[in-house]
Every structure is written in C-alpha cells, then in structure tokens.
C-alpha cells in the first residue's frame, strides 16, 4: 500500500508547465548532459538492475540524463579541466522523476539512503549529480574506495582510513566540482548538488518529454 502519511510537495508534472517556468527563467532549462559535455559517460544504474535496490527503477534502456542549466555550464568546465589530465566524468545518476523517488520511498523508507518524498530531493529539482572520474584511455573508474551507493563509513568524506591514492582521487573530484559551485554531500563521495535548490521546481516528467526541449 502507498504511503499516505506525508503531503506531497508541489510538482511540475506537464511539460508546457515546465516550458513556461524556462520562458521566465532560462536557468530552468533541462540539458542533457551528452549535448553539452563532449566525451561525457554514462553509468545510468537506475536504468539497469546494478544498483542497491537490485530492480530497475527507470524504464530500461534509459540512456539520457538532464541537470538545469547552470549545473550543467559548471560540469561542462570540470569534464574539460579533467580532459587536461586524461580524464573525465561517468555519470551514474542525475535528473530523477519525482515519481521514482516515491519508489524508492516505499521500498527503503530510510532518509538516510533515499530523500523523503514530503520534501522532493535534488535529483527531483535536477540539480544533483552522482558521479565519478574515469580515465580516458581504458575508461576505467578511478579507485574511490568504494562502490557507487555504498551506505556505509567508509564512503564518507571524511573517512581517513584509505589509501592515500583514495583519498587524493576523492580530493581531485571535490576540489573541481566545489571549484565551479556545487557542493559535495559529507556521507557520499559519489553525490555533489547545486546551491540555492529551492529555486527549482520538483518535476515530475519523463526523461523523453524532457528531449522535446532539445
């Protein structure tokens, strides 16, 4: 049975009301992020069964993924300056239906894992990542410590007890995304969002209505 004991936060769920909030504010725009960042990967976790509820939770063969505009400007700077050193981004997850963060509410019911749907989450508002750094050549992830959506210490920031080539990769992400504004999440090294998310609306639309913007 659905949880019916939280009112649900206002949503955007039509597309043209979600086109008139760009008409107003272009910064609302949702870009997908392989049109804007050349050389851009994708792990869409969600989109497959490799993930920590072990189902899918977005309709299979998903392989688009949006942020809101300025999110996406200030990526597009970080994969170039990784581009300098061989490297680059892999996606695991960013933009995320409302309605999937109700599944995911109703099978975990753990704010410590999932956000709560009373308040819509980042992801919702488009302007959380998870990510981390691959390397160009072999398109290998770098060695972070642990696995994408490990709920444990250890994938901490502030966790010490790793190899100092851990936490230099985690310090290399960090550095880089805080550098061009988003701010990392202490309890996943994997997660960075967008300052001042109140701003933008909590959508609920599918990622192919989202690619009629394009």
Do not use: C
């Not at 004991?5 to 206002?10: A, D, G, I, K, V």
């Not at 996406?72 to 970080?78: F, G, M, R, S, Y």
């Not at 994938?155 to 985690?170: L, M, P, V, Y």
């Amino acid at each position: 049975a659905q949880d019916t004991s939280y009112t649900r936060p206002q949503l955007t769920n039509k597309w043209d009301n979600y086109q008139q909030q760009v008409k107003k504010d272009s910064l609302k725009r949702m870009v997908e992020l392989k049109s804007m960042i050349p050389g851009i990967v994708y792990d869409l976790r969600y989109a497959t069964v490799n993930n920590f509820m072990r189902r899918l939770m977005y309709s299979a063969g998903t392989n688009t993924t949006f942020l809101r505009l300025p999110a996406a400007k200030a990526l597009q700077k970080v994969q170039q300056e990784l581009n300098e050193k061989g490297l680059g981004l892999k996606i695991y997850d960013a933009y995320r239906p409302y309605a999937v963060t109700v599944k995911f509410w109703e099978l975990v019911k753990d704010e410590r894992y999932v956000a709560h749907p009373k308040n819509g989450s980042g992801h919702n508002r488009g302007v959380a990542v998870d990510l981390t750094i691959i390397d160009i050549k072999n398109g290998k992830e770098t060695n972070m410590g642990t696995e994408f959506d490990n709920f444990t210490d250890t994938a901490h920031h502030s966790f010490t007890n790793i190899s100092q080539g851990i936490r230099e990769n985690r310090r290399l992400l960090k550095t880089l995304m805080e550098k061009y504004g988003f701010r990392a999440y202490n309890e996943e090294w994997w997660h960075y969002s967008w300052p001042n998310s109140g701003k933008f609306e909590i959508l609920d639309i599918d990622f192919k209505k989202l690619l009629k913007d394009l």
